[in-house]
């Protein structure tokens, strides 16, 4: 009689994203892609078209404005980066890990931000007696710019490890 030792959650995830790890980053690039085109339009929509900051919520905020104006939305967009960061990571070595995992910290402090916008929307009390909730960069930085800054500041290390993945792999087919 033998005795199996169940395999743990964690265990089954990490072996699911290293045997997929190529297909789980497309898909995860192609949320990232589709959060930057909101934003791009959003600041298309303030800078290019003058359109007041309320009313330029992208295009998702055209069709659902309640959605755009949800802290949760905003919220679990940025839990789904920090997590997909995060499971995402052990798909690289070296200088790529690297640049990966700075992007999982400046993605954790954002979604910190958002977990304290959030929290401020469901308890109906904002910070500094502000009439919206407010993050703590956001009493210096306006939000729209605040986000932007944030989303390039993730993305940038999330580029240059693909770059360095590419050379990697293009390399080892030489």
Wanted: glycine share 10%.
């Amino acid at each position: 009689m033998s005795l199996s030792v169940p395999i743990s959650v964690a265990a089954r995830v990490d072996d699911l994203v290293r045997s997929s790890h190529s297909v789980l980053l497309i898909g995860f690039g192609a949320v990232v892609l589709g959060h930057w085109s909101e934003h791009i339009v959003q600041a298309v929509q303030i800078y290019a078209l003058g359109w007041p900051v309320p009313e330029a919520q992208g295009v998702l905020g055209l069709a659902f404005p309640w959605l755009v104006t949800s802290e949760l939305m905003h919220y679990g967009y940025a839990l789904v980066m920090v997590v997909g960061l995060w499971v995402l990571r052990n798909g690289f070595a070296g200088a790529a890990r690297q640049w990966w995992m700075l992007s999982f910290v400046l993605q954790f402090w954002h979604h910190a931000e958002h977990l304290l916008l959030f929290g401020q929307a469901t308890i109906g009390h904002n910070l500094g007696g502000s009439p919206v909730p407010m993050s703590l960069l956001q009493f210096f930085v306006p939000r729209v710019e605040l986000h932007l800054f944030y989303n390039t500041i993730v993305t940038i290390p999330m580029v240059v490890t693909m770059v360095l993945r590419r050379g990697r792999t293009a390399g080892a087919g030489r």
